[in-house]
């Protein structure tokens, strides 16, 4: 059953880096818009940014300057660079279709903020 399949999460120290993968069957990735979504400890999943087969990418006012969603066509992948990170951005990261598909989400992948 297609469904995505995220990597690259991890501990990283207040202020610093990680960049997130999301790769899936090719048919997913003719979608349109992908997005990528995130909850945190005791709060529901959240849409937090969005790319569309283009490349015209749409934030959440509280990661815009600060994260940065890109794809990769050729190579069924998108990303979310994260940069100048914050305890409040700990989280699962999932990434699926905007809007979300019920069937193709994913394990997600854990990032913590910690120092």
């Known amino acids: 059953q297609a469904q995505f399949v995220e990597s690259g999460g991890g501990v990283v120290q207040p202020g610093g880096s990680l960049r997130l993968s999301c790769t899936a069957s090719?048919?997913?990735?003719?979608?349109?818009?992908l997005g990528w979504y995130r909850q945190a400890p005791g709060m529901q999943r959240e849409m937090i940014a969005g790319?569309?087969?283009?490349?015209?990418?749409d934030y959440k006012d509280f990661i815009k300057g600060r994260f940065t969603i890109s794809r990769d066509n050729t190579k069924n992948t998108m990303y979310l660079q994260l940069n100048n990170v914050t305890p409040g951005d700990t989280a699962v990261y999932y990434c699926?279709?905007?809007?979300?598909?019920?069937?193709?989400w994913g394990q997600g992948t854990q990032v913590t903020v910690s120092s």
């Open positions: 699926n279709t905007l809007p979300a598909t019920y069937r193709y």
């Open positions: 090719g048919s997913i990735f003719t979608v349109d818009v």
């Open positions: 790319v569309t087969r283009g490349g015209v990418t």
